[in-house]
């Protein structure tokens, strides 16, 4: 599943092929994703020039000249491909550039979307209306998370998971923070003291600055013959390390809460 900075080396792998350039064929290929596509999508990016390509949380965002943007989300299986020497039955939507570059975005389980807003109207874009700082922006540091989690009983793993507190963190990210942080996912929000949430905040923004740094260095593979902007192998600490030796000596575990697995260490984890 495409978390955030899957997102972030998706975008960097789209930019050197669309920023800059005339579309000349944006073409749905379906009416619906997780949702309805714009109907006039088609028409409103067909002939812009894509000015540039940012991110919001885990949307990718296309801005062109006319003053639109195009925001797309992977869901659980979106993936780009640059170039495709055929299209499949998967392909989603259709783009082409004056230079002849083609791209299509895949998604068998279509959990994805595809959407186009006034840039003046981002922030009023329904899932942004309530969405956190970015974990990476100045915004999110340990005063910031400290007054967020103010009186929350919840599990620190339950808050770094929510959308308004955070914007786009995902369930591995998490797991491996608090892990570098030394803090038990099951800690309650309002019961950890600032210096631990100084080293939160560090941990989160080292796992996802060191996974985007490993996604750029994996980009070259990205312009492969079947131009597949793929994603990437990590070694982690605890996620999905069940049963394995934690750096301390003790034995990662696994707990599930809501259909979702926590892994963490007992005993470096307070
Ligand atoms: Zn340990």
Request: charged share 30%; proline share 6%.
């Amino acid at each position: 599943m495409p978390e955030l900075p899957e997102v972030e080396t998706t975008v960097a792998g789209l930019r050197p092929v669309l920023e800059g350039q005339r579309l000349t064929l944006v073409e749905p290929r379906r009416a619906d994703l997780r949702w309805p596509i714009p109907v006039d999508l088609r028409q409103r990016m067909t002939g812009a020039i894509v000015t540039s390509l940012g991110r919001r949380a885990k949307y990718g965002l296309v801005e062109t000249d006319r003053g639109d943007v195009m925001i797309f989300h992977l869901g659980m299986s979106g993936r780009w491909r640059i170039d495709p020497v055929e299209l499949e039955k998967h392909d989603h939507l259709l783009i082409e550039t004056e230079t002849g570059r083609r791209m299509v975005l895949n998604d068998p389980r279509r959990f994805g979307s595809l959407d186009i807003v006034r840039a003046e109207d981002l922030d009023r874009y329904k899932p942004f209306i309530l969405m956190g700082p970015e974990p990476l922006g100045d915004d999110f540091n340990a005063t910031y998370l400290k007054g967020a989690t103010k009186g929350r009983k919840a599990p620190i793993k339950q808050l770094l998971l929510d959308q308004r507190i955070v914007a786009g963190l995902g369930n591995i990210y998490v797991c491996e923070a608090l892990h570098m942080a030394g803090i038990s996912p099951r800690k309650k929000g309002d019961a950890i003291s600032k210096p631990r949430y100084e080293r939160l905040v560090a941990a989160i923004k080292e796992v996802l600055t060191a996974a985007i740094a490993a996604g750029g260095s994996s980009l070259r593979d990205f312009v492969r013959p079947d131009g597949e902007l793929g994603y990437f192998a990590k070694d982690w600490l605890v996620y999905g390390r069940e049963g394995e030796a934690c750096h301390c000596g003790a034995l990662v575990q696994r707990r599930v809460d809501s259909g979702r697995s926590t892994f963490y260490c007992s005993q470096c984890q307070k």
